[in-house]
């Protein structure tokens, strides 16, 4: 798990630098907003992941709420979805500011 925050960490603060390069010098706001909305769903899904293996590790296996794991799951579902449409408006707005 601390490999992973590691590396989220790191690209984290990588697409924040991007984003900062994207709003300022390169002044591509719209492309800026695209890298915050990713940086923001893939933050949503992270944690929703990890809320739902700490929901299936076996110390909470027997409390776990079958629905709310029904929602957490359905909820990276959508999110996953978002990050693809966030990412294909990004490819596509990229291609146009070129």
């Given at each position: 798990?601390?490999?992973?925050?590691?590396?989220?960490?790191?690209?984290?603060?990588?697409?924040?630098?991007?984003?900062?390069?994207?709003?300022?010098?390169?002044?591509?706001?719209?492309l800026a907003g695209h890298i915050?909305?990713?940086?923001?769903?893939?933050?949503?899904?992270?944690?929703t992941v990890?809320?739902?293996?700490?929901?299936?590790?076996p110390e909470l296996a027997g409390h776990a709420d079958a629905a709310r794991m029904h929602q957490l799951k359905l909820k990276v579902i959508k999110t996953m979805e978002a990050i693809s449409e966030v990412l294909q408006d990004l490819r596509f707005d990229a291609e146009s500011a070129e």
């Open positions: 798990v601390h490999e992973v925050t590691q590396a989220f960490s790191s690209a984290s603060r990588e697409a924040l630098a991007l984003e900062a390069e994207l709003a300022g010098p390169r002044a591509q706001p719209l915050r909305s990713l940086q923001q769903l893939e933050q949503t899904r992270l944690t990890a809320m739902l293996q700490l929901m299936a590790s």
